[in-house]
């Protein structure tokens, strides 16, 4: 009679389309951090009261890929998707020296490292990888480097490609030379935009007029791809421009746009070079897809969201340009709009709102990855962020609630993305009633497939779920 019962309960969960991945096998131990990657997740918890445990899933396969058992003073830092991690001592990165552990793809944890995070000092975008067992990010090979007084088109000069081997400790400072850019150096710069098997990726750009230098109409954005010996293999050059003389490109949360620093508990968001215009690339398709938002020049000309697709010779494929705020918000708020493209199978989704505490409105698109049609927009209009403090998982837990919700559902901007566009995920929604304050962060794969975090912290029950999406 109990087997029959609990296939009675269950048989509903696969009705709706989503389903519980893995078991955690961690409730009533209190979660401290979690990280999605492109497939797989990984979540930190107290392991009694000294440890903390760490476990990853393999999201496509729906399994357990590794577990560890760590002192508790550590925190996930840097984590890939082939199930190592770089677990920071320190509390995160300052200008001086951090301490880190490294454990490799075989478990294996290394002793304390020091390093000393004063010796990249410049006025770029500092990213960082991790792709197996080998940690990466770029720098000048000048300790005190001043990228807004020496960054000069006519005067290259050489920066270096910092790889570390996670496993032996072994160093290694690979020079190359960027191009040298015109323009406003601050707002140019450099990014490490991304890290493959055999190569790694930079992006810098150009800001330039196409009408006498009244305004400044259009952006060139360079990729350089390098090989690991520091040899240019290819540029890349995608070039947007803007066609109404009521818009101008504006400074904004673009992915890869902020690094943030910290003053005591609160992050301090700093703009860096993307913020104008960044890249995004598709490996498998080798399609590159550009992002950047246009402030209108009066007020009642709003905001847009400008996104477009390339191929790999820097052919437009499409752009579209939406309007997403009815007003423009001013430089200062302009800053901290979050725009940032979420990709799935065949759609791409933005979820564009200023991101200042007493932002209430957001506009939501869903657009065809093929031909760049929108198709669907929702604005969203009584945003509620929500805050929490929670000494046992990180330092706050953020979300937002939705009006037509239960104010006991709270979610990320991903988990509001699927609820809008993905029917499975609103008749979960409009399903449950959570006793108390639940928490709901989303991940979608590029196959389409979309996966869910549900973390109720007071009473420290969670759950992976997978939903059906096609």
Request: with cysteine.
């Amino acid at each position: 009679m109990k087997k029959f019962l609990l296939l009675f309960i269950l048989l509903p969960i696969v009705n709706n389309a989503q389903t519980e991945v893995v078991d955690l096998e961690i409730n009533k131990k209190g979660v401290t951090d979690f990280n999605w990657e492109e497939n797989t997740f990984s979540v930190q918890a107290l392991e009694g009261r000294k440890d903390i445990m760490i476990k990853t899933v393999d999201l496509e396969n729906s399994k357990l890929l590794n577990q560890y058992l760590l002192g508790k003073k550590h925190n996930l830092f840097f984590e890939s998707s082939y199930g190592n991690y770089v677990i920071s001592k320190s509390n995160g990165v300052s200008s001086g020296k951090s301490k880190y552990q490294f454990v490799d793809t075989n478990g294996n944890v290394s002793e304390t490292i020091t390093v000393d995070n004063s010796e990249i000092e410049y006025d770029g975008t500092p990213r960082t990888y991790l792709m197996k067992d080998y940690l990466y990010t770029i720098g000048p090979n000048e300790r005190g480097y001043d990228l807004s007084k020496r960054l000069k088109k006519d005067k290259p000069f050489e920066w270096y490609l910092y790889k570390m081997n996670i496993s032996s400790k072994e160093e290694q400072l690979i020079p190359f030379t960027p191009k040298g850019i015109e323009g406003k150096e601050s707002v140019n710069g450099y990014t490490l935009l991304d890290v493959r098997e055999d190569k790694f990726y930079l992006l810098s750009k150009k800001l330039t007029s196409t009408n006498n230098n009244e305004r400044i109409n259009q952006q060139e954005l360079i990729v350089s791809i390098y090989d690991f010996n520091g040899n240019l293999l290819e540029d890349k050059s995608f070039t947007i421009s803007i066609d109404d003389k009521h818009y101008k490109f504006a400074n904004a949360s673009l992915a890869k746009g902020f690094i943030n620093t910290f003053a005591g508990n609160r992050a301090v968001r700093q703009m860096k070079s993307p913020a104008t215009g960044t890249i995004n690339i598709d490996h498998n398709s080798n399609f590159y897809y550009v992002t950047s938002l246009l402030a209108g020049r009066e007020k009642e000309d709003g905001v847009k969201v400008y996104f477009s697709k390339f191929n790999e010779d820097g052919e437009k494929v499409w752009e579209i340009k939406q309007l997403i705020m009815d007003e423009d918000i001013g430089v200062a708020k302009m800053k901290y709009t979050y725009t940032k493209p979420v990709f799935a199978e065949d759609k791409v989704y933005f979820f564009c709102y200023n991101g200042e505490p007493d932002s209430k409105v957001a506009s939501v698109l869903s657009i065809d990855k093929k031909e760049g049609k929108l198709l669907k927009m929702d604005k969203i209009t009584n945003l509620d962020h929500i805050t929490r403090n929670e000494p046992r998982w990180r330092d706050y837990v953020y979300g937002i609630r939705l009006e037509e919700l239960p104010k006991e559902t709270v979610l990320d901007e991903n988990s509001i993305i699927a609820y809008l566009f993905e029917d499975s995920v609103k008749n979960y929604f409009e399903s449950i009633s959570p006793e108390s304050e639940t928490f709901y962060y989303s991940h979608f794969l590029p196959n389409g497939s979309l996966y869910m975090f549900e973390a109720d912290y007071k009473n420290e029950e969670y759950r992976l779920l997978e939903f059906n999406t096609k």
